[in-house]
């Protein structure tokens, strides 16, 4: 898959353009602040249907703009042509189409314009909270399966109404005699999507984990396995999946008794639930364990040094592209944010060499030096000063 051209109006710093870009690497130059960024989050929003940075819709539109729009003409691997666009208004509108059709539903975008992003935020995977880790399997797992992210947003749901309920029965808004019925009505909500959300975690993690290991040894040559293991929190998950479930997405079994299990493990503990007022279990507490050198090595996250959590993080990342390929046979579009900063030389190279073998990649720096005398078949560069962009020839010129 790769983007063609964009159609940029009004989104934040950045000039009204039209750009076209190469099918293998193009590379955004620029000192902090001018719009490198700006760009990677324009060509990138359509994928996500919203800010990779978590930015609020109308802080993305010009300052002296009421509305931005942004055209893309995306090519999928078949060569075939379509053409996706969203428009955000200040106002708080926000649409999207694909070939001129209105797409009401976040699920239908997901997955549909493929893209990875690399970041010097993104690399702390390993060592981050565990929100970052969920949030990174079930955006994967939703791109090969638009069901996980229906689930995933049927299950927040539904956590969100019980969550406020045990609240107001805290606070003693309601009554605990007339509550229990509606806390059990939640929680079987609740387990009805639990389930397939921790089987899809589990399926994930172990699609990753093969390719993230081959990424690592490539990037570090370091002769230490590197596997991504799903830690769910809830007991009757843990029991259902088997050793072999974790090690092959193949063997994660769908047994229909897991969510009448995790109904009853959830409302077992109601009468504590209201005690404290919160939830205390579920999906929404589930880790998942980074480990170099197997069962017998070391956990990343908490005795990982930092090359080592940066190294398994990067490779974990372009594990997702191949999962991808696996799946759906889509190449997914690559963007890499300042990420070379983080990396010595070699590293860089590797990952260079890495990203730039089988994607359209886009790059963005503000270092000369991250890619010096590297020059890949293909190239287009640009650089970017207050917004606007200019061609250039050579690269490696000192910003």
Not at 236 to 258: D, G, M, Y
Request: hydrophobic content about 35%; overall charge negative.
């Amino acid at each position: 898959m790769r983007i063609v051209s964009a159609r940029l109006n009004g989104f934040r710093n950045l000039a009204d353009t039209d750009l076209t870009f190469s099918s293998r690497v193009n590379l955004v130059q620029g000192r902090n602040g001018e719009g490198k960024t700006n760009l990677l989050e324009a060509l990138n929003y359509f994928a996500l249907g919203r800010s990779h940075r978590g930015a609020r819709n109308t802080d993305l539109v010009s300052f002296n703009q009421d509305a931005l729009h942004v055209e893309l003409e995306v090519a999928e691997d078949t060569d075939a042509l379509f053409k996706c666009e969203y428009g955000l208004g200040r106002d708080g509108g926000r649409r999207f189409r694909i070939n001129g059709e209105a797409v009401r539903r976040r699920a239908d975008l997901v997955g549909r314009l493929a893209t990875v992003f690399f970041n010097p935020d993104s690399i702390r995977l390993v060592r981050g909270a565990p929100e970052r880790r969920r949030h990174f399997v079930d955006q994967g797992m939703a791109e090969i399966d638009a069901t996980h992210l229906e689930h995933l947003t049927s299950f927040q749901r539904a956590l969100k109404q019980k969550t406020g309920l045990l609240r107001d029965l805290r606070q003693g808004v309601v009554s605990a005699t007339n509550a229990r019925d509606d806390l059990s009505a939640w929680n079987r909500e609740i387990a009805h999507h639990a389930a397939p959300v921790c089987l899809g975690r589990a399926e994930y993690a172990a699609l990753l984990t093969p390719s993230a290991d081959r990424a690592h040894r490539d990037l570090t040559d370091d002769s230490h396995s590197l596997t991504m293991t799903y830690r769910p929190r809830l007991e009757s998950v843990a029991a259902h999946l088997s050793p072999q479930s974790t090690e092959s997405p193949e063997k994660t079994p769908k047994n229909p008794t897991l969510e009448r299990d995790i109904y009853e493990e959830i409302d077992y503990i109601t009468e504590l639930e209201i005690q404290r007022g919160r939830p205390l279990t579920g999906p929404q507490l589930d880790d998942f364990e980074v480990r170099l050198g197997g069962a017998d090595g070391w956990d990343l996250r908490t005795y990982g040094s930092q090359g080592e959590t940066r190294s398994a993080a990067i490779s974990l990342i372009l594990a997702r592209s191949d999962a991808l390929y696996r799946r759906r046979q889509v190449r997914p579009v690559l963007f890499l944010d300042d990420i070379f900063s983080e990396l010595d030389r070699e590293r860089t190279r590797r990952l260079q060499e890495m990203t730039t073998r089988l994607h359209q990649v886009f790059i963005a720096t503000a270092r000369p030096d991250d890619i010096a005398d590297w020059r890949p078949e293909g190239m287009s560069a640009w650089r970017v000063e207050a917004g606007v962009f200019t061609a250039v020839e050579d690269p490696s010129a000192t910003l």
